[in-house]
């Protein structure tokens, strides 16, 4: 028999297979993203389903299943489960917004340890700072743009906040710079038919690129420029998955 494989993981997706079971996707510490079967977990009586609701933070027990190309959970106990009831539909359309990020930018195929662990505490970190009791919605904003950023990052796509995609000239107050979709940067020449982005724009967007969340978190920033910043994040993970 098969050796039974344990971690903590982030479930990012629950789909219903059959009738009564149900597959998983999750990130886990150890192995990167796991994809997971529950058999019957769907049946009134079962008990699994209840720690495996996706956002919450869970230790698994998996085995291999033969020919095929997931794992089967045996056991499965919550670690932290944010009570999605009391928190606000903010904050809970924020966390469907990340796992769903997190699904679209990560691969079953990363097997360095160091990386699956870094991609683990990214979300990990990320959703702790949704969690906080009050947050604003713009602080919302703020951290999912930090993390999409980080994100984009660890996914191989780094976004260049310092330098024109086309000329190679390093951007300043002088230069007119919008985001260049068809090529995937930001630009000070070539054919601009997008919006003016400001310059404190993309030193926000650098700092959310490459601070960790304690030191974003103590930012106070002004709504519209969270806002542009976002945009820049979303044209980038555009351009760089569509
Ligand atoms: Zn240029």
């Known amino acids: 028999m098969a050796q039974t494989l344990l971690t903590r993981s982030i479930i990012l997706a629950k789909f219903n297979v059959g009738d009564y079971d149900n597959a ?26 209840a720690h495996l609701e996706p956002g919450t933070f869970v230790s698994t027990w998996f085995v291999p299943r033969f020919n095929r190309d997931n794992y089967l959970i045996v056991g499965a106990k919550t670690i932290f489960k944010p009570n999605f009831h009391k928190l606000s539909s903010n904050q809970n359309k924020t966390i469907s917004n990340t796992l769903f990020l997190t699904r679209k930018l990560t691969q079953e195929t990363e097997i360095e340890p160091n990386n699956i662990q870094a991609g683990f505490k990214l979300l990990k970190n990320c959703l702790a700072n949704y969690l906080k009791p009050g947050i604003s919605a713009n602080d919302l904003i703020l951290f999912q743009t930090a993390y999409l950023l980080k994100l984009l990052n660890y996914a191989g796509f780094k976004p260049d906040f310092k330098k024109c995609i086309h000329c190679q000239k390093k951007v300043s107050n002088n230069s007119k710079i919008y985001y260049d979709i068809i090529n995937g940067g930001i630009a000070c020449c070539g054919l601009a038919n997008s919006p003016i982005i400001p310059l404190n724009c993309l030193k926000l967007a650098n700092f959310l690129l490459l601070n960790p969340f304690s030191r974003v978190s103590k930012l106070k920033v002004h709504a519209l420029l969270v806002k542009k910043v976002s945009a820049i994040a979303k044209n980038h993970l555009r351009y760089c998955v569509e």
């Open 24 to 49: 998983y996707l999750a990130l886990s510490r150890d192995y990167g993203r796991l994809r997971l079967f529950a058999k019957s977990s769907r049946k009134p009586k079962a008990k699994l389903s």
